[in-house]
């Protein structure tokens, strides 16, 4: 099981990103995805998932900001994050039903 996260950047409050998890060496479309993230001296926290049939879960602090999706023909779950704050700076991290993880994306929001 192998997963890559991808598109964490520096941005300014109020912008968006869309954040990128690969995965690989699983049936990937049958695998509930997750996203999490863990601020700096703070502990992981869920922020999103996906199931197979495309059903979603938020964190519900977060919920009506960030959107997750998934593409199966690419392997690819997404997390789409608007209105950043710089509460929102933290590594992020996808996970295959939150187990195994990717080695993290690291997003930093500035005011």
């Known amino acids: 099981v192998e997963l890559v996260e991808s598109g964490g950047a520096l941005v300014q409050a109020g912008g968006s990103l869309t954040l990128a998890c690969q995965g690989s060496g699983f049936n990937f479309e049958s695998a509930i995805i997750d996203w999490a993230r863990q601020a700096p001296g703070e502990g992981l926290v869920w922020v999103a998932g996906?199931?197979?049939?495309?059903?979603?879960y938020y964190d519900a602090a977060l919920k009506g900001r960030f959107i997750i999706s998934r593409d199966n023909s690419k392997n690819t779950v997404y997390l789409q994050m608007n209105n950043l704050q710089p509460e929102d700076t933290a590594i992020y991290y996808c996970?295959?039903?939150?187990?195994?993880r990717g080695p993290g994306t690291q997003v930093t929001v500035s005011s």
């Open positions: 996970a295959k039903q939150r187990g195994t």
């Open positions: 996906i199931f197979s049939n495309g059903q979603t």
